[in-house]
C-alpha cells in the first residue's frame, strides 16, 4: 500500500484514476489544480505524486520544478503529450517515470510499485539481484554469475526496465513506449530483435529461456531460473 495524490484537472480521469488505484490497496487523494496540489503535497506528503501536464493554472512542468523546490517525493507524469523533447524536458525536470495516455489501471499500478521500489535513498541503493544478475543501474553495469557481461545501451536499457519489474509480464508496446520512447508507430521487430541479443548474452534462448521468459500473446517478463515457467 502507498499514499498517493493526483493532480488531474479532468474529472473523468482523476475519478478512474482514485478508483483504479484505491482498488489496489492505495490511499488516494487528488487536486484538480497546480497550486492546490502544490500546497496538498506540502501538507499530506504522499508517497508518491501522479501529475498530468495540461492544468489550467500552471504547466505541469512549471509545477514539477517547484515541487522538486522543496521535496523529492517520486513523480510520475501521466500525460497525452508523446513527443521526444517533451519527455526529455519533463526527466529533466525530475520526474521519476513517465506515462502516455491513455493506459490501463495495471499499468499505472504498476509504474507506482516500480517507481516507489526505486525511490529507496542514496545509503540504502543496492543494485538489483534476480538469481545469478546483478544489475547496476548506477554504473550501468551488469553481472552474470558473478562475471561481468557487456551490453550495448540499450540492451542495458531493457534489461533494466524489466529488472525494475521481476515477474511481471511487460507488453512489447510499453516497451517501445518507456525503452525506446516510441509511443506510436514503432514495431514489436524492434523489441524481439534486442530480445535476441539479450538472450545471446545471457546464455539462453528463445526455445530454452532461464531468465527471459515469454507470455505468448502478451509480453516478456524477467524472472530467477528456479521459477517455474509459466507460458
Excluded: C
Excluded at 551488469?142 to 519489474?165: M, S
Excluded at 521487430?189 to 545471457?202: A, E, I, N, P
Amino acid at each position: 500500500m502507498a499514499i498517493l495524490h493526483v493532480i488531474e484537472d479532468d474529472a473523468d480521469i482523476r475519478s478512474a484514476l482514485i478508483r483504479a488505484l484505491t482498488e489496489r490497496g492505495h490511499v488516494v487523494s487528488s487536486s484538480p489544480d497546480a497550486m492546490s496540489g502544490l500546497q496538498a503535497v506540502i501538507d499530506q506528503k504522499p508517497d508518491l505524486i501522479i501529475l498530468d501536464l495540461g492544468l489550467p493554472d500552471l504547466d505541469g512542468v512549471e509545477l514539477l520544478r517547484m515541487l522538486r523546490a522543496v521535496t523529492d517525493i517520486p513523480v510520475i507524469i501521466a500525460t497525452a503529450r508523446d513527443d521526444d523533447a517533451q519527455v526529455v524536458k519533463v526527466l529533466d525536470a525530475g520526474a521519476d517515470d513517465y506515462v502516455i495516455k491513455p493506459f490501463s489501471a495495471s499499468t499505472i499500478d504498476a509504474r507506482v510499485r516500480a517507481v516507489l521500489r526505486r525511490s529507496r535513498s542514496n545509503d540504502e541503493y543496492q543494485p538489483i539481484e534476480i538469481g545469478g544478475l546483478v544489475i547496476d543501474s548506477r554504473s550501468r553495469e551488469v553481472l552474470l554469475d558473478g562475471q561481468p557481461i557487456e551490453l550495448a545501451p540499450k540492451e542495458f536499457d531493457l534489461l533494466a526496465y524489466l529488472a525494475a519489474r521481476p515477474g511481471e509480464v511487460v507488453t512489447k508496446r510499453d516497451l517501445l513506449a518507456d525503452v525506446w520512447r516510441q509511443p506510436y508507430g514503432g514495431t514489436d521487430k524492434t523489441v524481439d530483435v534486442h530480445l535476441s541479443w539479450l538472450r545471446r548474452k545471457l546464455g539462453e534462448t528463445a526455445q530454452e529461456p532461464r531468465y527471459l521468459l515469454t507470455v505468448r500473446g502478451v509480453g516478456v517478463k524477467l524472472v530467477a531460473p528456479d521459477e517455474p515457467v509459466a507460458q
